[in-house]
């Protein structure tokens, strides 16, 4: 028999190289928390179950309550011979109240143990993220509406297009979030599940409740199959899912301000606060944090692709490669709730430069499929009216002039039933004001859907 909790059976200590190999403790020290209410839950329902005494579960739980309060002194003494923060806290727990300690694990298994302490992990993680989140779109929606009246070009392959709404576009940001935060508020009912009760893998021969367990730890459901219990890892899958999807919003948007910071766009300045220099260039300026916001969009999306890999050939039930979901996970919680946050302070301090959304809005003929459709309302089929308008565009371009700059004399030598009414469609300005089919650009339309966010957001 070795020194482990587990080692019965075995007359050779662990390998020191297996030990290391094999020790989770550097990491899921994380779930200390989660593990001991975890265990207090599981020793108060053995206790009424008649499994365990009163006397011992109240030692049992007034020990682990020690144990954390040792934690977060900073008082606990690691030995990374223990393998995981479970076997730690156990071995904690027997040194402190001796062998009732050697009760709690009655009825329970590292594997169901474990399982539990990961999902009440993240379930807390994401209603954080959700909050989170509220405070990027608050940023985002503020932004919109400090900027209303501003327009700029919206783009199709990165080619000027048509003339939007500055807060059209940043409120394009708030709806992919919305879908963010809808998706995380969804996946909680399935994180949300007590596995505590699926013991190793076939349930237990203890008279358990194991929805007495779940209504202590505050989950609304209990697993319906130990197997499944205690080897599914799908929660795990869609949230690195969501996160991803999440980081590649949060990256487009990363992207944009980049451009946008850029001397030839120069829409936007980054402050200070959220920009880095160059160490050989002095007169730089960067914008590293939508850099990296972008960069750590890959690494994400690493990780569910690796946890995707990691099981897709498990048997079931447990196996130990489980042991590598925590990583990735842990990570992935960093990482995205860094980005969200640091988005949401960047947005709420950049400044934007009005004279360039302006300039950049000439030259581009932003208005010529509004000419089009007037040519429709005069009863030119729309493929015609496509087609003078196209030449009409060559003939300005070689003029070096902009729609609105020429004659009607000269309008009409490409699209014959034009009238003077034309130059009303052809402004920016009233390019934009036309937009007002339902979630358009108009600035009725944007005013309702600003006004929509806010209320949703609380603002
Ligand atoms: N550290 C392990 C993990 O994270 C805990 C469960 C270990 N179970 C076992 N039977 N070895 O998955």
Redesign the pocket.
Known sequence: MTDKLWGGRFQEQTAAEVEEFTC?LPF?RRLYRQDIRGSQAHARMLAKQGILTEAEAEAIIRGLEEIRQEIEAGEFPVDPALE?I?MALETRLIQKIGETGRKLHTARS??DQ?ALDVRLYLAEEVEGLIADLTELRRAGVRLARRHFGEILPGYTHLQRAQPVLLAHHLLAYDEMWRRDQARLKESLARIRVSPLGAAALAGTTFPIDPAYTAELVGFPQVFRNSMDAVSDRDFILEFLAHAAILMVHLSRLAEELILWSSAEFGFVEISDAYATGSSIMPQKKNPDVAELIRGKTGRVAGHLVGLLMTLKGLPLA?N?D??ED?EPLFDTVDTVRASVRLMAGMLGSLTFKPERLRQALAGGYLSATDLADYLVTQGVPFRTAHEQVGRLVGYAAFQGKELWELSLEEIQRFASQAGPEVFDWLTVDKVVARRTSPGGTAPERVREALRRAEKELGL
């Open positions: 989770s899921d995981d479970h590292r594997n474990v447990y130990r489980l042991q925590k």
